[in-house]
């Protein structure tokens, strides 16, 4: 149990919680919902399963990683574009991560339990990430916790916490979600959110549904590699994926049901964007029995799940230079922590200072946002399967799953969809994107 709660606890974060509804309801609901599950089902396992198992067979750092199995080759620049992503996402990461730990503040105020009428909360919302200082403080608060943490390279601690944070967390959004479901109105967000239209895709949603699977799952930059490489031989890689992966899309989905019922039971709107989450939530916990006990204990469940999955991005990054580099880790972990809280700077005040300072009527936030999770990531993951489908082999691979008597028993599956339906999915996807039928 230990490796699954330590795998989910990188994949379990902001990504299920506070992007996926707001994707979700920029794109349109539930049709968009399917194509993320097809995602998750034809590209995220497979790829999962690729990572955990180079990361075991080698025991080393992405860049390392390949860099062993396929010496001299190109194929050594998979580990290099996933440092590069996993640099980037953390950028803005740790913003987001920031303004969890200011509603936690903020929760414990008693800022977020009385709101007179719903549309206040996203004010609130809204002032509180334009406010710069405010939102600097949260955001060198989350980095420097962050780095504290992997400084020590001690996750044991954290990994066990996680065996008890992630029930608690599921625990919690039932709660929330019996809520939500009962209020005035719910069932035209169980609409929106379950029932499929289909003239609402288009070929950028598409993308974005495949992108938030890698996201979701942090897949396609390593940091499956790295937490495989950490694995026993003994431990069973088929089983753990299917964990991580039924768990990580069970606290999406479920957050799904707990927010857009409320959002059209409130009369607020989807499309909200980034702000989604901290918007219709704290209308949730006003007036609802305990609300203040909740509001407390969900956004300090989110903080500490946004907490674990940067460790794992961070790690990444330090974990190539102090294995490709020869730095050492405290070295490492405080010249990259400190670089990538200066980057993510201007993300954070793409809300406030910078909202107007657009390019391609993007923010800065935007932009690193799309470029790491629609584009490395997906190709992050797509020149994974190919190499593990093509090059470094699926022969090889499959000894490298079943090492300890385990045996795979949809290695068929896998096969086929790592080396066929993975990478062309991923293409199509890139394809259509580019050369858009319409
Ligand atoms: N999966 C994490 C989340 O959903 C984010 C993440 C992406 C972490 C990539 C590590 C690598 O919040």
Known sequence: MGFIMAASGSAVGLGNVWKFPYIVGENGGGAFVLVYLICIAVVGLPIML???????????????????????????????????AGFLILSFYGVVGGWTLAYVVKALTHSLDQF?????????????????????????????????????GVHGGIEKACDILMPTLVVMLVILMIRALTLDGAMEGLKFYLY????????????????????????????????????????????ATLYVVLFDTLIALLMGLVIFPA??????EPTEGPGLVFSVLPAVFTGMPFGWVVSILFFTLLAIAALTSAISLLEVVVAYFIDQKGWGRKKSVLTMGLVIFVI???????FGLLADSQLFGMTFFNHVDNISS?????????????????VWGT??????????????????????VVRYIAPVAVAIVFLAKFFPTD
């Open 196 to 239: 499929p239209d289909f003239s609402k895709l288009t070929g950028q949603s598409i993308l974005v549904a495949m992108g938030q699977a890698f996201f979701s799952l942090s897949l396609g930059m390593g940091a499956m590699i790295t937490y495989g490489s950490y694995l026993p031989a003994r431990e069973n890689l088929t089983s």
């Open 263 to 268: 959002v059209f039971a409130m009369g607020l």
């Open 50 to 84: 690729s990572e955990f198992t180079v990361g075991r067979k080698t025991s080393l750092n992405p860049v390392g990683a390949f860099q062993q199995l396929q010496p001299g080759t190109p194929w050594v620049g998979i580990g290099f574009m996933g440092v590069l």
């Open 116 to 152: 007179t009428n719903p549309s206040e909360a996203g004010k609130f919302f809204g002032t509180f990430i334009a406010s710069t200082g405010e939102v600097m403080f949260y955001h060198a608060l989350f980095m420097g916790i962050t780095i504290a943490i992997v400084i020590r």
């Open 395 to 416: 022969k090889e691979a499959h000894k490298e799953i079943e090492r300890h008597e385990t045996t795979f028993h949809w290695a068929g599956y896998w096969e086929f």
């Open 344 to 350: 993510g700077i201007p993300s954070g005040l793409s």
């Open 374 to 390: 629609n584009y490395l990531l997906p190709l992050g993951g797509m020149l994974t399967a190919i190499f593990v489908g093509w």
